[in-house]
């Protein structure tokens, strides 16, 4: 089993920063995506950005891109999301999520095996 654990949630103000967080704890893979989603109150839960084991290939949405930064510390087994520039439509509950040999390409909800709880993004304009 894999846990994964997220934190760095807020409310914050249009043109803001902010930096996810996500602990990674449990069985390891020798290969393996790690994404973070999103999912705002009445829709359905979407992509954000996807890094890669081992490469470090990234992919990102294209409504992040440029924004949004996705990374990762192998030594402590966490993910981060760097986030500038937050805009009111970037509120919501942000996931982070494991897919067992998976490709950072495929954007699918499905094709994660793994997710934390969330944590909770809130940008007032």
């Known amino acids: 089993q894999v846990q994964l654990v997220e934190s760095g949630g807020g409310l914050v103000q249009a043109g803001d920063s902010l930096r996810l967080s996500c602990a990674a704890s449990g069985r390891t893979f020798s290969s393996y995506a790690m994404g973070w989603f999103r999912q705002a109150p009445g829709q359905e839960r979407e992509f954000v950005a996807a890094?890669?084991?081992?490469?470090?290939?990234?992919n990102y949405a294209v409504s992040v891109k440029g924004r949004f930064t996705i990374s990762r510390d192998n030594a402590k087994n966490m993910v981060y999301l760097q986030m500038n520039s937050l805009k009111p439509e970037d509120t919501a509950l942000y996931y982070c999520?494991?897919?067992?040999?998976?490709?950072?390409?495929?954007?699918?909800?499905?094709?994660?095996?793994?997710w934390g709880q969330g944590t909770q993004v809130t940008v007032s304009s």
């Open positions: 999520a494991l897919a067992k040999y998976g490709s950072i390409y495929n954007r699918l909800v499905a094709a994660y095996d793994y």
């Open positions: 890094i890669s084991w081992p490469s470090g290939s990234t």
